[in-house]
């Protein structure tokens, strides 16, 4: 299973974008990448998922460069509500998913 | 998203007693079911995969005998936690994955679990 590496923190304000890259160096050919928000006491929530290029939703962007090496989870515009821990997963489709540290979000006013 | 369900939400038991959690998929169908477990301020950690109509496969560390898992339907899979003692004290949480379409993982809210 990939390792994936990210920052432990992050800061940022109301009204800002903000980006969180993931490492996944030796990620295999057949590994999607999926984010997930975790709010303290509750259950992880699905953010996004891709396996190339670009994706985006209604919540947020994923971009994963041509070697798919690394990916990047955009938030924009986050609000108060956005503090939360956030995972970078990598794994084949259905297996099982291993969670690194996650990126601690502080949104401040 | 698809909806997954956890019951109890939080439950108390005393020293030697067995707590059975459960872990439902309410709007799809799940062959496999994943629990984690989650101590303060960590991240979560596999404990066991869970597949419909065979025995669970468990992660290295994780004693079967102690954290018994069932998934006797696509839809329902159950944790007992037997003879718990106050290390057991944790968030237990289960995920279940879609068969269809992404097959992406779906999340439970979560059962607190102290052992006194």
């Known amino acids: 299973l990939a390792k994936t590496t990210q920052p432990i923190s992050m800061d940022s304000y109301e009204g800002q974008e903000v980006n969180i890259t993931c490492s996944h160096n030796n990620i295999a050919t057949n590994d999607y990448i999926t984010w997930y928000q975790q709010f303290p006491s509750q259950g992880p929530r699905f953010i996004i998922q891709?396996?190339?290029t670009k994706v985006t939703n209604e919540v947020a962007s994923l971009f994963i460069p041509a070697d798919r090496k690394s990916s990047t989870l955009s938030l924009p515009r986050v609000s108060l509500s956005d503090t939360a821990v956030y995972y970078c997963l990598v794994g084949f489709m259905g297996g099982k998913l291993i969670f690194g540290q996650g990126t601690e979000l502080s949104v401040k006013p | 998203g698809a909806v997954v369900s956890q019951h109890p939400s939080r439950v108390i038991c005393k020293s030697g007693t067995s707590v059975k959690i459960e872990c439902r998929s309410l709007d799809f169908q799940a062959t496999t079911m994943f629990w984690y477990r989650q101590f303060p301020k960590k991240s979560l950690m596999l404990m066991a995969t869970s597949n419909e109509g065979s025995k669970a496969t468990y992660e290295q560390g994780v004693e079967k005998d102690k954290f018994l898992i069932n998934h006797a339907s696509l839809t329902l899979s159950t944790l007992t936690v037997t003879s718990a003692h106050p290390e057991d004290s944790s968030f237990y949480i289960c995920s279940a994955r879609e068969t269809s379409g992404a097959e992406t993982q779906y999340f439970g809210p979560g059962t607190r679990l102290l052992v006194l």
């Open positions: 891709g396996y190339k």
